[in-house]
C-alpha cells in the first residue's frame, strides 16, 4: 500500500523539478544577449600623425638601404 502512495510523491517531486527546469531554460533564453561595443577611437593628434609618417619613411629609408647592402653598422 506504501508502494504506489510513494511512486506517485517521487512522480510528482520530479514532474515539479522538470517544471521548474522549463522555468529556468524559458528564463535564461528570454534574456537578451549583451554585446559589449568598444567605444569609438579617438582620432590621431595631427604631431603624433607626422611623428608616425616620419618613423615609418625612416624605417623605409633603413630598409632600402638593408636591400642595396649600403647600411652600415653602428
Same mark, same amino acid.
Given at each position: 500500500m506504501?508502494? %504506489?502512495?510513494?511512486?506517485?510523491?517521487f512522480?510528482?517531486?520530479?514532474?515539479?523539478?522538470d517544471l521548474?527546469e522549463?522555468?529556468d531554460r524559458?528564463k535564461?533564453?528570454?534574456?537578451p544577449d549583451?554585446?559589449?561595443?568598444? %567605444?569609438? %577611437?579617438? %582620432?590621431?593628434?595631427?604631431?603624433? !600623425?607626422? +611623428?608616425? +609618417?616620419?618613423?615609418?619613411e !625612416?624605417? !623605409?629609408?633603413?630598409a632600402? !638601404?638593408?636591400a642595396s647592402?649600403?647600411?652600415?653598422a653602428?
Amino acid at each position: 500500500m506504501t508502494a %504506489p502512495l510513494l511512486n506517485t510523491i517521487f512522480e510528482f517531486v520530479d514532474f515539479v523539478f522538470d517544471l521548474s527546469e522549463s522555468v529556468d531554460r524559458t528564463k535564461q533564453l528570454s534574456k537578451p544577449d549583451i554585446v559589449e561595443v568598444p %567605444p569609438d %577611437p579617438k %582620432p590621431v593628434p595631427l604631431a603624433a !600623425r607626422r +611623428a608616425l +609618417a616620419e618613423a615609418e619613411e !625612416r624605417e !623605409r629609408a633603413r630598409a632600402a !638601404r638593408a636591400a642595396s647592402g649600403t647600411d652600415q653598422a653602428a
